[in-house]
């Protein structure tokens, strides 16, 4: 398998006749954690959905795996082994957290982490403490780590993680940053939308900055997190 999953190239997006973002490059390589910060409004999760095929317009280059998914549809795109994991989680909240968890599964994938409920409840402990529990029926912290869960029952190559720190407790945070270490422990893959410094510092590798939908910046998590003017002039409130 090639060593870059992800590479995007000259990505434009627009919203009607609103153009967000302009020309917009990155690539996450294998097993590594790349965050994709800037603050509200700077296009992170747009560049996701439009990664993940799910803007009607789009244009500019995506490969995954070594092949072109720029005009490949959102489910075509999971097939293939992508994740997304949506800011507003959209869990099934009718169903059961094992019933919402079945519903993700898709086939074991070469060189790819397998997972089940089980293996999932022991990333997720709280998950494991409900697995009949609606999902309407939830906390926020709790309903983020089952959308995370779903998604890697689709035994993912590469996970689009939009935001997962933004409005949950601190204690939820800490549980997320576990199991973005954890999972990169698993040889995933993780392109992460983040504005929390902090949150993106103890679990990333590389970074990109967007501001206005453009890449202000990029380098090793390192390097931003000792970059006082890049992060005053693109990250602070």
């Not at 995506?62 to 949506?86: C, D, H, N």
């Not at 968890?101 to 397998?114: C, F, N």
């Not at 890049?230 to 602070?236: D, Q």
Request: glycine share 10%; proline share 4%.
């Amino acid at each position: 398998m090639t060593d870059v999953l992800l590479k995007v190239q000259n990505l434009n997006a627009f919203y009607g006749r609103a153009h967000i973002l302009f020309d917009v490059g990155l690539e996450v390589r294998r097993g590594e954690v790349v965050a994709l910060m800037g603050r509200n409004g700077a296009g992170k999760s747009t560049t996701m959905k439009a990664v993940m095929g799910l803007l009607d317009r789009s244009r500019g280059e995506v490969e995954f795996l070594g092949q072109s998914v720029a005009k490949s549809k959102p489910y075509q795109i999971a097939r293939l082994g992508m994740g997304f994991v949506p800011e507003d989680r959209r869990v099934f909240t009718e169903l059961s957290v094992l019933e919402n968890l079945e519903i993700g599964k898709q086939p074991a994938r070469s060189d790819a982490v397998e997972w089940t409920p089980e293996k999932l409840f022991k990333l997720f402990p709280n998950l494991g403490e409900m697995p009949n529990r609606p999902g309407g029926q939830m906390s926020g912290g709790e309903q983020q780590m089952l959308t995370v869960s779903r998604t890697l029952m689709g035994n993912p190559y590469l996970v689009l993680l939009d935001e997962p720190s933004e409005g949950v407790a601190p204690v939820i945070v800490e549980q997320m940053a576990n199991m973005i270490i954890a999972l990169k422990r698993e040889g995933m893959s993780i392109l992460l939308s983040e504005q929390n410094m902090h949150f993106a510092e103890l679990v990333s590798d590389r970074a990109y900055v967007l501001e206005n939908g453009h890449i202000r910046y990029q380098g090793t998590m390192a390097e931003l997190a000792a970059n006082d003017a890049v992060r005053r002039a693109y990250l602070s409130v």
